[in-house]
C-alpha cells in the first residue's frame, strides 16, 4: 500500500509539473516594441510634414504596465513609443501606441466630439480589446470657453466617466523650442464588471489634435472566470519632436 501510495503521489506530481509547463508554454507573455515602418505602414496616404498634421510621431517614453493573472506579468514600455494621427470617418484617429500589446485609440470628429474610445492589452497569448462608444455631446478640448466637464464612455458591461478640467495654457521646451500647449487634467472612473480609477495629464497642441506630452497612472480591478484580475498602469511620453516622423 505504501508503495502504491507513493506511486500516486509520483504520478500527481508528475500532473502538476505538466500543468505548469503547458500553462508556461501556450500562455508565454509577451512585450515586443513596434517600429516606425510598420506603424508609417498604417497611415493611407501618408503624412503632413506641420505639427499636428496627420502623420506618425515620436515620443520619449518612460514606464510600465502589470496585470496579476496567472501568478502576474509585467511590461516595460520602450523609450520610444509611437502616436498616429489618421484620418477616419467623421474625423481624426488618434492612436498611441506602445507595444504591439498595448494600444489606446480615440476617434474625434470634425466638430470636436468624441465618438469612440478604444483599448487594447494582450496578456499571455490572451487580446483583450475594449470599445467604449461615448455619450451624445462627449468631448476631449473645451468648448465656448468652458473649464470643467464631464462625459461617460461604455462597453456592453463596463462605464467610464470622465472629467476634464482646464489647468491652463503652459509652455514646454521640445527639442529646444519653447512650445504653448493646453494643459488637461482628466480623473476617469470605472464602475460594472471593471471597477477602477485613473489620472491623467496631457498637454496638447491648440487647435490640433497632436499630444505634447501625456502622464498616466491608473489601477482597475475586472471579474473573469478566473476571480478578480488587478491591473495598474503608469508612464510619462514626451512628444520628440513637432513635426512628423519623415517629414
Given at each position: 500500500?505504501?508503495?502504491?501510495?507513493?506511486?500516486?503521489?509520483?504520478?500527481?506530481?508528475?500532473?502538476?509539473?505538466?500543468?505548469?509547463?503547458?500553462?508556461?508554454?501556450?500562455?508565454?507573455?509577451?512585450?515586443?516594441?513596434?517600429?516606425?515602418?510598420?506603424?508609417?505602414?498604417?497611415?493611407?496616404?501618408?503624412?503632413?510634414?506641420?505639427?499636428?498634421?496627420?502623420g506618425l510621431y515620436s515620443y520619449a517614453t518612460t514606464g510600465f504596465e502589470t496585470a496579476d493573472a496567472l501568478g502576474g506579468g509585467r511590461h516595460d514600455y520602450p523609450p520610444e513609443t509611437f502616436l498616429t494621427l489618421r484620418?477616419?470617418?467623421?474625423?481624426?484617429?488618434?492612436?498611441?501606441?506602445?507595444?504591439?500589446?498595448?494600444?489606446?485609440?480615440?476617434?474625434?470628429?470634425?466638430?470636436?466630439?468624441?465618438?469612440?474610445?478604444?483599448?487594447?492589452?494582450?496578456?499571455?497569448?490572451?487580446?483583450?480589446?475594449?470599445?467604449?462608444?461615448?455619450?451624445?455631446?462627449?468631448?476631449?478640448?473645451?468648448?465656448?470657453?468652458?473649464?470643467?466637464?464631464?462625459?461617460?464612455?461604455?462597453?456592453?458591461?463596463?462605464?467610464?466617466?470622465?472629467?476634464?478640467?482646464?489647468?491652463?495654457?503652459?509652455?514646454?521646451?521640445?527639442?529646444?523650442?519653447?512650445?504653448?500647449?493646453?494643459?488637461?487634467?482628466?480623473?476617469?472612473?470605472?464602475?460594472?464588471?471593471?471597477?477602477?480609477?485613473?489620472?491623467?495629464?496631457?498637454?496638447?497642441?491648440?487647435?490640433?489634435?497632436?499630444?505634447?506630452?501625456?502622464?498616466?497612472?491608473?489601477?482597475?480591478?475586472?471579474?473573469?472566470?478566473?476571480?478578480?484580475?488587478?491591473?495598474?498602469?503608469?508612464?510619462?511620453?514626451?512628444?520628440?519632436?513637432?513635426?512628423?516622423?519623415?517629414?
Amino acid at each position: 500500500m505504501r508503495r502504491r501510495l507513493l506511486w500516486i503521489g509520483g504520478g500527481l506530481a508528475t500532473l502538476v509539473i505538466v500543468a505548469a509547463a503547458a500553462v508556461t508554454f501556450f500562455f508565454r507573455d509577451t512585450a515586443t516594441p513596434v517600429t516606425e515602418e510598420e506603424l508609417a505602414a498604417t497611415l493611407a496616404g501618408g503624412g503632413g510634414s506641420a505639427p499636428g498634421d496627420h502623420g506618425l510621431y515620436s515620443y520619449a517614453t518612460t514606464g510600465f504596465e502589470t496585470a496579476d493573472a496567472l501568478g502576474g506579468g509585467r511590461h516595460d514600455y520602450p523609450p520610444e513609443t509611437f502616436l498616429t494621427l489618421r484620418a477616419e470617418g467623421c474625423g481624426t484617429v488618434v492612436r498611441w501606441q506602445a507595444l504591439k500589446e498595448r494600444w489606446e485609440e480615440d476617434l474625434i470628429c470634425d466638430d470636436g466630439t468624441l465618438r469612440r474610445i478604444d483599448s487594447y492589452h494582450e496578456w499571455f497569448g490572451v487580446s483583450d480589446l475594449h470599445q467604449y462608444r461615448c455619450e451624445a455631446g462627449a468631448h476631449a478640448y473645451p468648448w465656448d470657453g468652458e473649464t470643467s466637464w464631464s462625459f461617460t464612455c461604455s462597453t456592453d458591461v463596463t462605464f467610464e466617466t470622465y472629467t476634464y478640467d482646464v489647468v491652463g495654457i503652459e509652455e514646454l521646451v521640445i527639442d529646444g523650442e519653447a512650445v504653448p500647449t493646453l494643459h488637461l487634467r482628466i480623473l476617469s472612473e470605472i464602475t460594472g464588471e471593471t471597477t477602477g480609477e485613473a489620472e491623467m495629464h496631457e498637454w496638447v497642441l491648440p487647435g490640433t489634435h497632436l499630444v505634447v506630452k501625456r502622464t498616466v497612472r491608473g489601477d482597475n480591478v475586472t471579474d473573469t472566470r478566473i476571480g478578480d484580475v488587478g491591473y495598474h498602469e503608469e508612464y510619462e511620453a514626451v512628444l520628440t519632436s513637432l513635426n512628423p516622423v519623415g517629414s
